[in-house]
């Protein structure tokens, strides 16, 4: 029924900059809260940033200051711009939209940061 597609990774070097989409589709229904994860392989998935409906976010410590969350209500769009990247965010990073029902996830894209 709603599917969210995700775009933007890529490979970084070191104190490069990526902004992360996450486009909804498939619902009538406004987005309550999008966030966004990161899970690095044999690690545990991480909260990265959340941004609720009434416009409150929040941001995990090891990346506030550098990334900033966002969201285009019109075009049912969040973002992840991510700045000053460091080899540690290197992950695939997921977001998850929550909708009155049920939450739903992108299908992930591949972050690398490396020299």
């Known amino acids: 029924q709603v599917q969210l597609v995700e775009s933007g990774g890529g490979l970084v070097q070191p104190g490069g900059s990526l902004r992360l989409s996450c486009a909804a589709s498939g619902s009538r229904y406004s987005i309550y809260a999008m966030t966004w994860y990161r899970q690095a392989p044999g690690k545990q998935r991480d909260l990265v940033a959340r941004?609720?409906?009434?416009?409150?976010?929040y941001y995990a410590d090891s990346v506030k200051g550098r990334f900033t969350i966002s969201s285009d209500n019109a075009k049912n769009t969040g973002y992840l711009q991510m700045n000053s990247l460091k080899p540690e965010d290197t992950a695939v990073y997921y977001c998850?939209?929550?909708?009155?029902?049920?939450?739903?996830w992108g299908q992930g894209t591949q972050v690398t940061v490396s020299s």
């Open positions: 998850n939209a929550r909708f009155p029902l049920r939450d739903y």
């Open positions: 941004i609720t409906s009434e416009g409150s976010t």
